[in-house]
């Protein structure tokens, strides 16, 4: 599957951002989907999962209650709402797919990777 991250933007502190993951290839409804993020000198760590239907999803901690994950099989999109962003929300965003049926927290899970967009968050 190939996957195209879109959304990212300049921010203040506190405001919101949307960032879509568009899918292409196999059907969309069979693959886990995440999103992770990477900051300059760190690794990339987990944000957001979910199952092929949308009925499980998994957050990192720092973003519980600020980020919502979603998709729409139709459309063959995930979504990342993000919202109350923060300076640490700054960050490469990618969105991810994995052929595996659990919804799981590790990049090397992940079989397919988009491309990533830049989140900047202004203080």
């Known amino acids: 599957v190939q996957l195209q991250a879109s959304g990212g933007g300049l921010v203040q502190a506190g405001g919101s951002l949307r960032l879509s993951c568009a899918a292409s290839g196999r059907t969309f409804s069979s693959y886990v989907m995440g999103w992770f993020r990477q900051a300059p000198g760190k690794e990339r760590e987990f944000v957001a999962a979910i199952s092929y239907y949308g009925g499980r999803t998994k957050y990192a901690d720092s973003v519980k209650g600020r980020f919502t994950i979603s998709r729409d099989n139709a459309k063959n999109t995930v979504y990342l709402q993000m919202n109350s962003l923060k300076p640490e929300d700054a960050a490469v965003y990618y969105c991810?797919?994995?052929?595996?049926?659990?919804?799981?927290?590790?990049?090397?899970?992940?079989?397919?990777w988009g491309q990533g967009t830049l989140v900047t968050v202004s203080s």
């Open positions: 991810a797919a994995d052929e595996g049926a659990i919804v799981t927290t590790a990049p090397s899970t992940y079989d397919s």
